[in-house]
């Protein structure tokens, strides 16, 4: 229809690779109760490190922003970025009471390879389209996959609901619907090929945040 714009009809499109980023069996055992915590460990310790380096990635975006757009794109992106100090601190919080030690833990290889493609957008060449598009996608991938953890029906532990509510939360719902509404803004009046390249980081983002589910829960 008239009031749907691009991102909705790519997550109709590739609804299958949506899901298996945002219904991981990683975050669905969450829900279910029965998820393992030294994998949990495991992710904290590694989404820490991610964390830092999305810092700078989105600093990274606001940049492209500030460049090449409006006033109100950049209020919500430094609203964004302001509110990973807090998340900063939260983590460094989680880990103490997880007895995770964040500053003995090393990058796995598919963290590595996702920081990599984040630091990839300091290339001035990209455009702020992919990058917004980019932001979007990560952020929201965490806040589908969290909300379900808190939904009606969830067995989710008590003392993993804190981490569920950091990213299922209305709040932070309503923040991503605004960045998805600066997409979808952003593509109306680009060409297609500029349109493709934004739909190819969509799909990259989901395919490395399924490597992120994976590399946590992995017995290894
Ligand atoms: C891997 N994806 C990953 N970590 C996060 N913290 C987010 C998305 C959301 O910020």
Known sequence: GADEGTTARWMATHRGMYERATRHPFTVSIRDGTVDLVAFRRWLGQD???VREFVAFVASVLLKCCKQSDSTDMEIILGGLASLSDELSWFKKEAAKWGVDLVGTSPLSSNTE??????????????????????????????DSFAFCIE???????????????????????????????????????????????EEAFLRVLELEVGFWDMSSSQS
């Open 48 to 50: 820490y490190m991610f």
């Open 114 to 143: 996702y920081c990599r493609f984040l630091q990839s957008f300091d290339d001035p060449e990209i455009s702020y389209t992919v990058a917004i598009t980019t932001f979007w996608i990560i952020e929201t991938v965490y806040q």
């Open 152 to 198: 009606e029906g969830h067995r989710t532990p008590s003392e993993l609901l804190g981490t569920c509510q950091r990213w299922g939360s209305a709040d932070f719902k309503q923040y991503c619907q605004s960045l998805q509404q600066i997409v979808d803004r952003c593509l109306a009046n680009r060409t297609p090929d500029a349109v493709k390249s934004a």
